[in-house]
């Protein structure tokens, strides 16, 4: 898909393949196709393609076809309701469709996204996490499953939450996913937390054959709250996915983190070779941080612009 975006040429790019040869050319945006055949991440196509399609001479759609909530890749919910309104920071908007929600192994979700092209991409400042003051979200069956099993992952994550946070209401929706909405059966849960500056962190799990469904609710319930406790404004997944934006932007950018990921350390190793940005990592000199394991993240953006625009 990146290869057809830009008029590109690529090498290797079979399986089995150890290496590949990629040499693009002008990105030129569009309606483009990507089909992973299985249940591999739409939300991964999108990581992918989304610095591409932003410095297109044109705008661009892109239909994505593959798993919509799969394991080892954000589920398309975080993507909508936590990704995007922290990645618009940067000063774009994106439209993202979901037509059909696919689960592995079968795979068959498909979404659409819409974007136009920006000259440049604004630099964000993430650091003042504020109080939380809301959690909310959705746990899903598709296909067979029961629809108890999504009110079972409710009450197990509602309790798990209680203990720790008494203070406000938990409102997270159990869903049966319409039947022309979804390919093959699959269950999972997202819990999200907003906070008074805007902040949003989330848990999420997958239901998996054999798995009861009180142990997924409580798996989502639980990394929503560790996400909460390292005093970040961002939770462990977010941190690595606004690297890349992170470099190409017009500025200085600052985040707070938790431990950082070696996903991030990963992101910034190769945004600092491929886009020659400069980042620092320092530990949070916050009062309120001391005890914590916070990490500020800085990055000298290297102001890419647009040269369509």
Same mark, same amino acid.
């Given at each position: 898909?990146?290869?057809?975006?830009?008029?590109?040429?690529?090498?290797?790019?079979?399986?089995?393949?150890?290496?590949?040869?990629?040499?693009?050319?002008?990105?030129?945006?569009?309606? /483009?196709?990507?089909?992973?055949?299985?249940?591999?991440?739409?939300?991964?196509?999108?990581?992918?393609?989304?610095?591409?399609?932003?410095?297109?001479?044109?705008?661009?759609?892109?239909?994505? !076809?593959?798993?919509?909530?799969?394991?080892?890749?954000?589920?398309?919910?975080?993507?909508?309701?936590?990704?995007?309104?922290?990645?618009? #920071?940067?000063?774009?908007?994106?439209?993202?469709?979901? !037509?059909?929600?696919?689960?592995?192994?079968?795979?068959?979700?498909?979404?659409?996204?819409?974007?136009?092209?920006?000259?440049?991409?604004?630099?964000? %400042?993430?650091?003042?996490?504020?109080?939380?003051? !809301?959690?909310?979200?959705? *746990?899903?069956?598709?296909?067979?499953?029961?629809?108890?099993?999504?009110?079972?992952?409710? *009450?197990?994550?509602?309790?798990?939450?209680?203990?720790?946070?008494?203070?406000?209401?938990?409102?997270?929706?159990?869903?049966?996913?319409? !039947?022309?909405?979804?390919?093959? %059966?699959?269950?999972?849960?997202?819990?999200?937390?907003?906070?008074?500056?805007?902040?949003?962190?989330?848990?999420?799990?997958?239901?998996?054959?054999?798995?009861? *469904?009180? #142990?997924?609710?409580?798996?989502? *319930?639980?990394?929503?709250?560790?996400?909460?406790? /390292?005093?970040?404004?961002?939770?462990?997944?977010?941190?690595?996915?606004?690297?890349?934006?992170?470099?190409?932007?017009?500025?200085?950018?600052?985040?707070?983190?938790?431990?950082?990921?070696? /996903?991030?350390?990963?992101?910034? /190793?190769?945004?600092?070779?491929?886009?020659?940005?400069?980042?620092?990592?320092?530990?949070?000199?916050?009062?309120?941080?001391?005890?914590?394991?916070?990490?500020?993240?800085?990055?000298?953006?290297?102001?890419?612009?647009?040269?369509?625009?």
């Amino acid at each position: 898909m990146i290869r057809d975006l830009c008029d590109g040429r690529l090498e290797g790019a079979e399986i089995g393949s150890t290496e590949i040869t990629f040499i693009p050319e002008k990105i030129k945006g569009g309606v /483009h196709t990507a089909d992973t055949k299985t249940a591999g991440s739409v939300c991964l196509l999108m990581q992918a393609s989304m610095p591409c399609v932003l410095f297109a001479a044109a705008p661009s759609e892109l239909c994505l !076809k593959g798993g919509t909530n799969a394991e080892m890749a954000p589920q398309i919910d975080y993507t909508v309701l936590v990704f995007k309104p922290i990645i618009e #920071k940067f000063g774009f908007k994106f439209n993202c469709d979901i !037509k059909m929600r696919g689960y592995y192994p079968k795979g068959g979700g498909e979404v659409i996204v819409q974007m136009s092209p920006v000259k440049q991409l604004n630099p964000i %400042n993430l650091t003042d996490r504020g109080s939380v003051t !809301k959690i909310y979200g959705r *746990a899903f069956v598709a296909g067979v499953l029961p629809f108890k099993v999504a009110k079972d992952m409710v *009450a197990a994550a509602v309790r798990c939450i209680r203990k720790e946070i008494r203070d406000l209401y938990v409102s997270i929706q159990p869903v049966q996913e319409p !039947k022309d909405q979804a390919f093959g %059966n699959g269950n999972g849960i997202i819990i999200i937390a907003e906070t008074s500056t805007g902040c949003l962190f989330a848990g999420s799990s997958l239901g998996k054959r054999g798995v009861n *469904a009180d #142990k997924v609710g409580i798996e989502a *319930a639980e990394m929503l709250l560790a996400n909460l406790r /390292h005093g970040g404004t961002v939770d462990e997944y977010l941190q690595d996915q606004l690297i890349v934006f992170m470099a190409l932007a017009n500025g200085v950018s600052r985040i707070k983190t938790g431990p950082v990921t070696l /996903h991030t350390q990963t992101a910034i /190793h190769f945004a600092e070779q491929l886009a020659k940005a400069k980042f620092t990592v320092k530990k949070s000199e916050d009062e309120e941080d001391a005890s914590k394991d916070t990490y500020i993240i800085e990055c000298q953006g290297i102001g890419m612009t647009n040269p369509n625009i």
